[in-house]
């Protein structure tokens, strides 16, 4: 069991650099599997005195819907968007800033949750407290600030809170 955690210390980061590699080569073939995998194997293992507190998922396979959560989120966000941009009068936008308060307490939870709302057209995340309790957002348009607050507690926070526990 030593031997397979030294060989493979992030078996997630194994898979997911092998198919980010796939995803660049931008074509499948044998050889281009195999040297994924093997960009997979080597990275971990030359990172891994960079890693000494590996973050715990306890539902790793909740990332599955979380993701597609969030892909779903960007794309129709980009539809929200172009509409307010094209159609939407500058004197009747309602740019806000929203403060989220944290539950969760992970960093890497906390730089998810960061990254998704950034990844979300129309919001971007400006700040996080220094005791790592709130999270600054900037909202394109938000004329019910509590509602985007609430809107991202439940939709990504809660989910986040599942995964990372």
């Known amino acids: 069991m030593k031997l397979l955690n030294r060989l493979l210390p992030h078996p997630l980061l194994t898979l997911m650099l092998t198919v980010i590699w796939l995803l660049l080569v931008n074509r499948f073939s044998l050889n281009s ?8 194997l080597l990275i971990p293992v030359a990172t891994q005195p960079y890693w000494p507190n590996r973050p715990k998922l306890k539902r790793p396979i909740k990332l599955v819907p979380y993701v597609a959560l969030v892909m779903w989120d960007i794309v129709v966000a980009n ?7 094209l159609f939407m009068p500058n004197s009747k936008r309602k740019p806000a800033w929203v403060e989220i308060p944290l539950d969760i307490r992970t960093p890497e939870a ?3 949750l960061g990254g998704t709302i950034t990844m979300t057209p129309g919001t971007l995340t400006a700040d996080i407290s220094a005791e790592g309790r709130s999270l600054l957002v900037h909202c394109l348009h938000a004329p019910d600030v509590d ?3 609430n809107e991202i507690k ?5 989910r986040l809170k599942e995964i990372f526990g």
Not at 33 to 40: I, T
Not at 79 to 85: D, K, P, S, Y
């Open 79 to 85: 539809f929200a968007v172009a509409r307010i941009v």
């Open 110 to 112: 906390i730089a998810m």
């Open 154 to 158: 439940t939709r990504y926070e809660a």
């Open 147 to 149: 509602e985007i607050r």
């Open 33 to 40: 599997l195999l040297f994924g995998f093997v960009l997979g």
